[in-house]
């Protein structure tokens, strides 16, 4: 059984940071690809950042510059660190990963909320 972690959420003034980290339950190297989606209040789930098995990253335009995925294969876990945040940022964030049968895991999500 596959299980992600998040933590690192929390109330950030605009203009400030956080890193998110996401904690799965076996090697990441099971994951093809393992990335970050989040969800605003009244909104659809947005994709946000991905980081593949060989270290090729993507991010949404509307985070480029500002937010950057990196993982840690000895700590099984990836990161999205969060700079510049603003109130549009807010949202529940969630790590996902796609395995290598193509099988998609979700974390429980944690909550960024920005103070304007």
């Known amino acids: 059984q596959v299980q992600l972690v998040e933590s690192g959420g929390g109330l950030v003034q605009s203009g400030g940071s956080l890193r998110l980290s996401c904690a799965a339950s076996g090697s990441i190297f099971s994951f093809n690809v393992m990335g970050w989606d989040r969800q605003a209040p009244g909104k659809q789930r947005e994709f946000v950042a991905l980081?593949?098995?060989?270290?090729?990253?993507n991010y949404a335009d509307s985070v480029k510059g500002r937010f950057t995925i990196s993982r840690d294969n000895a700590k099984n876990t990836v990161y999205l660190e969060m700079n510049s945040l603003n109130f549009e940022d807010t949202a529940v964030y969630y790590c996902?990963?796609?395995?290598?049968?193509?099988?998609?895991?979700w974390g429980q999500g944690t909550q960024v909320t920005v103070s304007s």
């Open positions: 996902n990963a796609v395995d290598l049968g193509g099988s998609r895991y």
């Open positions: 980081i593949t098995s060989g270290g090729i990253r």
